[in-house]
């Protein structure tokens, strides 16, 4: 492998959108995390959940210096002016008994709605709340608005009764894994749910994270947008100046690779079913 050894030219966004990178846990890639915070800036930035993975940490303490770091370099940029609001996700719920709280300079927030420069409203939110609406869809969606409010309830509940009993969470991403032939289809459902929610909330679009899925996408004319995560996909999203949104991709050997600039996405999501070898 021969690294394409390019400049490093630092990018400066108004907004980027970062989530799941899961620090405490062995599989966060911190240092890749750090390299793409070293040449990223922007006015505001959002963590959208499952920055620290609280689960991992209770079981077992792993947090490596690089894992500190990272932390660190998140206090700098809002001692430095950016304006950093953290929307825990299910891994880091412990967050979320302090919403309006600030630590550092980083304040937390339940879920927020963000204004693009274009004016935009954009729902901010993890999803995980999501998870038993995703595996019921096609039930809830027979029996209508209040099955649906019941099934997030009931996700909540469902998700505390496992934690009393030493269970992690009831993960839609890991069992989605397990899956691998119907987990496009979840991924979609999970996409339309989010969207909806945007829907009701009157926004234009949403950015959430969760599913470790990076995407921008339209879903029946709402914009959905979900940052991806830094175990495997090293993701994040960017709002340029103008309003318009970047995926970002870093590669850890190369500038990161615009890869989809606002295009909504239109194809059905089983053409997006991976080429999964072995
Ligand atoms: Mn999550």
């Not at 911190?30 to 922007?42: I, K, S």
Request: aromatic share 10%.
């Amino acid at each position: 492998m021969t690294p394409t050894s390019q400049p490093r030219t630092h990018r400066h966004f108004r907004t980027l959108f970062i989530s799941d990178v899961h620090l405490g846990s062995k599989a966060a890639q911190a240092e890749q995390l750090l390299a793409f915070l070293a040449v990223h800036d922007a006015e505001k930035i959002y963590l959208v959940g499952d920055i620290v993975d609280g689960w991992r940490l209770k079981r077992a303490w792993h947090w490596p210096q690089s894992h500190n770091d990272v932390v660190q370099a998140f206090l700098r940029k809002a001692r430095k002016g950016t304006q950093i609001v953290y929307i825990p996700g299910n891994h880091d719920e412990f967050l979320r008994g302090f919403p309006g709280q600030h630590f550092g300079g980083i304040e937390v927030r339940l879920t927020d709605v963000h204004e693009t420069a274009d004016g935009r409203k954009l729902l901010v939110m993890h999803g995980d709340e999501f998870d038993v609406v995703v595996r019921n869809a096609r039930l809830i969606a027979y029996l209508g608005d209040w099955a649906y409010d019941a099934a997030i309830a009931i996700n909540l509940v469902f998700n505390r009764f496992r934690r009393r009993f030493g269970f992690g969470y009831w993960s839609f991403s890991s069992w989605a894994k397990l899956k691998v032939k119907n987990a496009v289809s979840f991924i979609g459902a999970f996409e339309t749910l989010l969207a909806a929610e945007a829907d009701r909330m009157g926004c234009e679009g949403v950015v959430c994270g969760h599913i470790h899925h990076p995407q921008i996408a339209e879903r029946s004319g709402i914009l959905y947008v979900n940052s991806g995560d830094w175990v495997e996909s090293c993701s994040a999203i960017a709002e340029r100046n103008d309003g318009t949104l970047e995926l970002l991709t870093w590669t850890g050997t190369q500038m990161p690779v615009p890869q989809i600039v606002e295009k909504p996405v239109l194809e059905d999501a089983r053409a997006l079913e991976p080429a999964r070898a072995a």
